[in-house]
């Protein structure tokens, strides 16, 4: 499953982020967003999805959510 399926409201753990953009793996390390780390879908948008990673809160676009796999 991907965040695009996720439950807004519910809390699920990165299973893996599928792609092979060295800059966007970093970019999303920054955030916290990796392999084992708690993610939240606040909600869902029309063109992405605004998820809840530690203590901040990001837009996310949905490709990169459909690139986010969950479990």
Do not use: P, W
């Amino acid at each position: 499953m991907t965040l695009r399926d996720a439950e807004a409201g519910k809390e699920y753990v990165v299973k893996s982020i599928d792609t092979d953009d060295e800059e966007l793996n970093a970019f999303l390390f920054s955030l916290g967003c990796y392999s084992g780390e708690n993610i939240t879908v606040v909600r869902h948008l029309k063109g992405g999805c605004v998820v809840a990673i530690k203590d901040g809160r990001y837009t996310i676009d949905k490709q990169l959510a459909e690139a986010i796999a969950i479990e």
